[in-house]
């Protein structure tokens, strides 16, 4: 027979959003329970300079990972290494199956289980990524000051990206695989109109070259087939990214990309007493300040729930 633990609050994930709920958890005296899933520290933790984080000039991506990880311990949140593998949001309290077997029944929840990048799949993306493959403008932009970028993609993301890069490099050239771009028209006009970028219609990138940094890219034309080389010092890839919701598909609304949906402004999804923090419900600003902002929101959102539960008139029996 498995195991079932209690808790005032569950919260799935452990990247900045997870933590900071569970420090703001822990603090209101909920005793939160977390699970940290197959990426302990969540996506910082493949990263190497953090230069963005509030009161850090720079720091390693895993080191402010294992710090806030830390905090959440220190204050009294229980971390577990496990996944969770299930959950029902149908009834109260909530309950969530992990991987090893243990059940978790908890009276309110946190999703924090983030998001992760698209890539295109190539081994030399793989080799390179952090060492000139990035898949984020706002955290990578930086280390480019005056140098040559690629981006890839079509979308709003790449448009975006790409005019961003132009505030550090000295060119960007944007690189899509038809001739014609997904984005909205205004973010198309004014990438048009910026004299650093250029455009390389009809193309894919078949490999990117280099050895402890990148030093050019292998391009395939999508209607001749021909191969050409182009010199950049970094490509950033925007080609979309996956929220990790397969495990709430049904059980809590999400839009048509899997990104939860929570009512404007709030960490309030379509279950109450079940909140969403960070990337997993986030497509615009995907910044760990901004997710560790919403893990604080959706922690103190869960106190408010609890609370109101509380003090709520008890329901008479029918
Ligand atoms: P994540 O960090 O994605 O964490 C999700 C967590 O959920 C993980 O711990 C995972 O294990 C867990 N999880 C998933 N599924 C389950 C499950 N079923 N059960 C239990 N747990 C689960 N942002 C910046 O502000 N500055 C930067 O410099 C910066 N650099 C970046 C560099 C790279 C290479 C990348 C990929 C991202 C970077 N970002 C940066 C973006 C930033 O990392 C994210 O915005 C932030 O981590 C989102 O935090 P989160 O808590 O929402 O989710
Ligand atoms: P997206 O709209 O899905 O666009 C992804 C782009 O990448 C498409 O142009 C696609 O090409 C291309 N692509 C996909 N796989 C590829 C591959 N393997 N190789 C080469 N190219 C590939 O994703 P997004 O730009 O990240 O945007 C996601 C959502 O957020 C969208 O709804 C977007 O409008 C929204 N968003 C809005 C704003 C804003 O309003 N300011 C900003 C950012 C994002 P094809 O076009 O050929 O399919």
Known sequence: MSDVRRTKLLIIGSGPAGYTAAVYGARAML???????????????I?????????????????????????????????????????????????????GGEVIEAETVIVATGASARWLGLDSETRLRGKGVSACATCDGFFFRGKQVAVVGGGNTAVEE????????????????????????????????????????????????????????????????EARPLAVDGLFVAIGHEPATGLFAG???????????????TPV???????????VTDKLYRQAVTAAGMGCMAALEAERFLAHQAHAPQQQAA
Do not use: C
């Open 269 to 279: 999804t379509s279950v109450p007493g079940v909140f969403a923090a960070g990337d």
């Open 47 to 99: 990263t190497t300079d953090v230069e963005n984080w509030p009161g850090e000039t720079a720091i390693m991506g895993p080191e402010l990972m294992a710090k806030l990880r830390a905090q959440a311990e220190h204050v009294g949140a229980h971390i577990i290494s496990d996944i969770v593998a299930e959950v029902d949001f149908s009834r109260r309290p909530f309950r969530a199956v992990l991987d």
């Open 162 to 225: 790409a005019l961003f890069l132009t505030n550090f490099a000295s060119k960007v050239t944007l690189i899509h695989r038809r001739d014609e771009l997904r984005a909205d028209k205004t973010n198309q006009q004014r990438l048009f109109a910026n004299p650093k970028v250029e455009m390389v219609w009809n193309a894919t990138v078949s490999e990117v070259t280099g050895t402890d940094g990148v030093s050019g890219l292998v391009l395939t034309d999508t209607v001749t087939g």
């Open 251 to 265: 059980k809590l609304a999400m839009d048509e990309e899997g990104y939860l949906l929570v009512a404007p402004g």
């Open 31 to 45: 005793e939160p329970v977390l699970v940290e899933g197959l990426q302990p520290g969540g996506q910082l933790t």
